[in-house]
Structure formats: structure tokens, C-alpha cells
């Protein structure tokens, strides 16, 4: 699903009414209507009796006397607030506010002793409208405002905010200042990339998208490169198997990984990546820790490589980590390798030299982030997976400021560098070079848990060695990351779920997935 900012939607809904004809108050009746049918899905007749709306002066506002009209011409009692002069209420909006005084009174409302004034009518409505502001919002709510959307806040009364929680920004999902907290948002035309990532999305509640009439040739004419993965999406990336193929056919995975300490970091990738379907996985490991992995994994291949006094990978172990790249399709390279200066070493000799698919994380990018443009020396594909610490090395910032700008710095890393970047946390954003971002939906707390990371690794290089695309393999493994974790937080509860449930849940999810939504049709 499409996501866009708000200039995008504005440049959408001005080319519908410039290129198309399409008059904006036909836009705003669309948005109104929309809204009221939402209204009506989720609260019966039976029990919407009285609604409460608040309108700012611009459209947002339009919006919600369009709303208050065609509530009053289906039986419900609306009590409306004004919060500007009306005097100031221009263009469509003020069209709006006069079709409405004709079927009943508005109230100005200016101050907070004025709103406490109507507050016995507002405790018994049913439902609050928010039209106070919408998507074009940049700067902090102050002053009166902010009380008003307090007030909202402290009400026991379901909310539905109209297009966007008046003081989220539409672009970003950052909350300037203050925002309403709704429990339905009805968005029109396509929804904002703010209502979709954090913190505007702990804000939305359940989210409606509205068809407005814009023309469909425009949406899709139109530069959007931020997509919302969808499950059906997904699934239709999933390849069938050929009754007539063998091991080879699903590619050979070579694993680095592991230090003393993180032997499970080293398992969990490999486990992970052979659960997704990858026909052989190897797996390289300082020599004095090939004994515990030998007992630990039965399918996996493990191979024991020169190590530091430290029991790290050395720089002794690159000749033979050559050799064993020879005839594989990808390299998982990180997982609990340590920041030995010497691990180090090699990881950066192997991104210069590896002629596969890379998949870098965890410790991996703890050695690129000493040498970030080592990245723009690789002769391969890369792929990297931080999470928001790992990020900050990465370009050396804070994590405050990779969480504040997540799509933006996600974006910028991959198209400075040439890299697909996986960016972890919640609502993962997955960056390519060309542009394109995508959000994963999947996911929750309880992937806040140690080695959830490396298994995420191991699904995405298992499936670049079964030959999907980077882009591909990152959508497909982050998905399903994340769906796997929401069935298990379903069936265990918020607290508990541990790395492996993953790693044990694949082949039952994917069977799932695809018998549900028919997949490889």
C-alpha cells in the first residue's frame, strides 16, 4: 500500500481539481460523506444519539462541518465548536460553515473557560469529531489549542479524528507538541506516511482509508517510492518448488559468525536460514568453539577457522573463509563475531572482496561503523540490518536522532552507500538505493529479546541464497519476522516468546500464508 507525505497528497488533491476539473468542495463533500459512513460502521444508530465536533478554520475544520451536516440530516444530535473566529473561516471551509448554520448552531469557542462552559452537553456525547487540524500542520500546538486537544484527551468519550490526530505530522509521525489521542482516524485518499510509524501511530487507533475520487491515473503518475508491506504482497513474492529439484537448487549459504560467549548467535543465523528453505548452510567459526556447534546443530555444516588468542576470528581465517565462498549464493556475515581488531580486519577485507550477495549485521556493522566508507569499495550486493544503536555508530549521531528521522536516515544510508538497508525497531523500515523505502506492519515487544536479530539475518540470507532479490529477501524475511512474532504473542502471551520459538515457527507460518491467501497461484 501506497504511503505519502503531505505535500504529496496536496500536490494529488491540487492536480485533481486543476488537471481533472474536479471541484475542491467535491473533494471536501467526498471526505465528509466518507468519514460519516466510517462513523455509522462502527457506531450503530441505536447508539450514536449525540457527537460532538470540533473545527478548526481550515479545511480539517470543512471537513468536520460536512461531517456535523450529514450527521444531522441522519437523526443524530451535533454540537459544534468552532475554535476560530468566523470571520476567518475562508474558501470551501466557509461554504461549508454556512450549509451548516442553516440546519443548526455553531459555537464559537475561543477560550478554555468558554469550552468548560458547554462541557455538561460535550460528557454526554457518544463520539468527539477532531477537525481541528490536518495534514498541513508543521508547527507546535500552543496556547489554546493544546488546552482544547487536553480537554479531548481527558474525555471518556470515543474519538475519530478527521484525515489525521490534529497535532501529528503527517509526514514525519512526530507529534508537535501535543496530539489528540483518537480511536479512529479516517484518512483520505491514501494514507500518511505519520499515521503509519511511530509515535503518530500509538495516536491513530483503527485507521480508514477513504476513496475521495482521485483519479487513480494520478496516484499512480505520481513519484511515490514509500509502500506499507501487505501481506498479500508478500505472499505473492514466495516462489513454488520444483518436484524435480534437489539440495543445490535452493542455493548454499556460507554463515561467519560467532565468538566465545555468542556460539547461540552463530546458531540461531544458521538454524534460521536452513528453516526458510535454504538448501546447505555452512557455518565458519573460530576453531576452539567448532566442537560446541558440531554437537549444537545436526543439518548445518560447520567449518572451524583460524582464530585470535581471544578465540575471534583471525586474519589467518580469511584464505580459507575464500575458499569457502567458493560456489555459495550469499555470506551472513556478524552475528557474535566480536570487535576484535582483527575480526575487524577481516570483515573488512570481505566486503571488498566477496564476489556474493553480503548480509551484514550485528557485529558485522559494528566493524563497518570504523570504516563506513568501506561500504562504497564492495564488489557485491550488500545488505545491512542495524538496529537504531548500530545505526547511530553507523553515521555517528545519536539514537534520539535515528528514531526522530527513521525513514529519512534509512534512506539517505542506503542511496549514499548503494546498500539495501535494513533498519530494525518498531514499524522496521527497509531502505533501498534507488529510493524506495518500504514499512513493516508485523511485529511487537516481544521481539525486544535477545538473538530475535540474528534469526531475522538468517531468514533474509537463507532466502538470497534460495536466489530472491535482496529487495525481495529483505521484505520477505522482515515480514514474516514480525508475523511470526504477532502469532506467538497470540498464543504466549506478552512476556516469554525467545528467539527460537521464531526459528521453529517458519515452515508453519509460510504453509499458512500461503493456503490463506493463496499463494504461488
Not at 494 to 520: C, Q, S
Request: hydrophobic share 40%; charged share 20%; aromatic share 6%.
Amino acid at each position: 500500500m501506497k504511503v505519502v507525505s503531505a505535500s504529496q497528497m496536496r500536490n494529488l488533491d491540487q492536480r485533481a481539481i486543476n488537471e481533472f476539473g474536479i471541484p475542491s468542495i467535491i473533494l471536501m463533500e467526498n471526505a465528509g460523506r466518507a468519514a460519516v459512513d466510517v462513523i455509522e460502521k462502527y457506531f450503530p444508530k441505536t447508539k450514536l444519539k449525540r457527537v460532538g465536533i470540533f473545527a478548526g478554520a481550515g479545511n480539517n475544520g470543512g471537513d468536520g462541518l460536512v461531517i456535523g451536516r450529514h450527521l444531522i440530516n441522519r437523526g443524530v444530535e451535533v454540537i459544534a465548536f468552532l475554535l476560530n473566529p468566523k470571520e476567518k473561516i475562508k474558501g470551501d471551509a466557509r461554504i461549508n460553515l454556512e450549509l451548516y448554520e442553516k440546519l443548526g448552531p455553531i459555537d464559537e469557542v475561543q477560550s478554555k473557560e468558554e469550552l468548560f462552559k458547554f462541557h455538561s452537553k460535550i460528557a454526554h456525547c457518544d463520539l468527539i469529531v477532531d477537525a481541528i487540524f490536518g495534514t498541513g500542520l508543521t508547527s507546535e500546538i500552543k496556547g489554546f489549542y493544546r488546552e482544547v486537544i487536553e480537554y479531548i484527551n481527558s474525555l471518556p468519550i470515543p474519538v475519530l479524528s478527521v484525515d489525521i490526530p490534529s497535532g501529528v505530522d503527517a509526514t514525519t509521525g512526530k507529534i508537535l507538541g501535543v496530539a489528540v489521542q483518537a480511536d479512529f482516524t479516517v484518512t483520505f485518499g491514501l494514507p500518511k506516511i505519520g499515521l503509519v510509524i511511530y509515535p503518530g501511530l500509538n495516536y491513530v487507533g483503527i485507521l480508514e482509508v477513504a476513496d475521495i475520487s482521485i483519479p487513480r491515473y494520478l496516484v499512480e503518475e505520481e513519484n511515490i517510492s514509500v509502500e506499507l508491506l501487505e501481506v498479500e504482497d508478500i505472499v505473492s513474492l514466495l516462489r513454488p518448488r520444483d518436484p524435480n529439484s534437489h539440495k543445490g537448487s535452493y542455493g548454499h549459504l556460507l554463515v561467519i559468525a560467532g565468538s566465545v560467549g555468542k556460539t547461540g548467535a552463530a546458531f540461531m543465523t544458521s538454524e534460521a536460514a536452513l528453516k526458510i528453505g535454504a538448501g546447505l548452510v555452512t557455518l565458519g567459526i573460530p576453531t576452539s568453539l567448532n566442537p560446541i556447534l558440531e554437537i549444537k546443530l545436526t543439518e548445518v555444516m560447520t567449518e572451524p577457522l583460524p582464530e585470535t588468542p581471544a578465540q575471534t576470528l583471525s586474519l589467518n581465517s580469511i584464505p580459507r573463509i575464500e575458499e569457502l565462498m567458493e560456489g555459495k549464493k550469499a555470506l551472513a556475515l556478524g552475528p557474535g563475531i566480536s570487535t576484535h581488531p582483527e575480526t575487524i580486519s577481516v570483515v573488512h577485507h570481505l566486503i571488498q572482496t566477496s564476489s556474493i550477495p553480503l548480509i551484514i549485521d550485528a557485529d558485522g556493522i559494528n566493524a563497518v561503523a570504523k570504516n563506513p566508507a568501506i561500504l562504497k569499495k564492495a564488489k557485491s550486493p550488500l545488505l545491512l540490518t542495524p538496529h537504531p544503536g548500530e545505526m547511530a555508530r553507523l553515521i555517528q549521531t545519536s539514537v534520539k536522532e535515528v528514531q526522530e528521522d527513521r525513514i529519512g536516515v534509512a534512506k539517505r544510508f542506503a542511496q549514499e552507500n548503494g546498500v539495501v538497508l535494513v533498519l530494525k525497531g518498531a514499524r522496521t523500515v527497509i531502505a533501498e538505493p534507488n529510493g524506495n523505502i518500504y514499512i513493516n506492519p508485523t511485529g511487537n515487544p516481544n521481539l525486544a529479546s535477545g538473538g530475535t536479530g540474528d534469526v531475522l539475518t538468517g531468514m533474509i540470507a537463507g532466502l538470497v541464497s534460495q536466489g530472491y532479490s535482496l529487495s525481495e529477501a529483505s521484505r520477505l524475511g522482515v515480514f514474516l519476522h514480525g508475523y511470526i512474532a504477532d502469532e506467538l504473542k497470540e498464543e504466549l502471551g506478552e512476556i516469554g516468546m525467545v528467539a527460537t520459538d521464531i526459528i521453529t515457527r517458519i515452515p508453519l507460518t509460510l504453509k499458512k500464508l500461503l493456503f490463506e491467501y493463496g499463494g504461488f497461484s
